[in-house]
Nanobody
Framework: QVQLVESGGGLVQAGGSLTLSCAAS????????MAWYRRAPGTQRELVAS???????HYAESVKGRFTISRDNAKNTVYLQMNSLKPDDTAVYYC???????????????WGQGTQVTVSS
């Protein structure tokens, strides 16, 4: 089993910054892609940013230039640095990590429990 523990959400004023963290633990042989998604009330979950095992990153257009995704492979942790936050960024943020529990196993996606980010105007 794999557990993902998220931290770093909270309430911030528009223009402020927050950093989210997501640490994976448990039966882990290797981790492939890691990503952050978000879901605002009344909307579908959307991909915010992703990072491959080779540290190639992808961002949603709405966050380009403001958010930065990074990973620490030694700690099995993915981060999301969020700057210049806007009220439209208000959502529950979820991490998603593709894990192989042992050599030769398929990648399996795990989800964090979600952390609330609220940006006030």
């Amino acid at each position: 089993q794999v557990q993902l523990v998220e931290s770093g959400g909270g309430l911030v004023q528009a223009g402020g910054s927050l950093t989210l963290s997501c640490a994976a633990s448990g039966t882990i042989f290797a981790i492939n892609a890691m990503a952050w998604y978000r879901r605002a009330p009344g909307t579908q979950r959307e991909l915010v940013a992703s990072i491959t095992s080779a540290s190639i990153t992808h961002y949603a257009e709405s966050v380009k230039g403001r958010f930065t995704i990074s990973r620490d492979n030694a700690k099995n942790t993915v981060y999301l640095q969020m700057n210049s936050l806007k009220p439209d960024d208000t959502a529950v943020y979820y991490c998603n990590v593709a894990v192989a529990p042992r050599y030769g196993a398929s990648w399996y996606p795990y989800w964090g429990q979600g952390t609330q980010v609220t940006v006030s105007s």
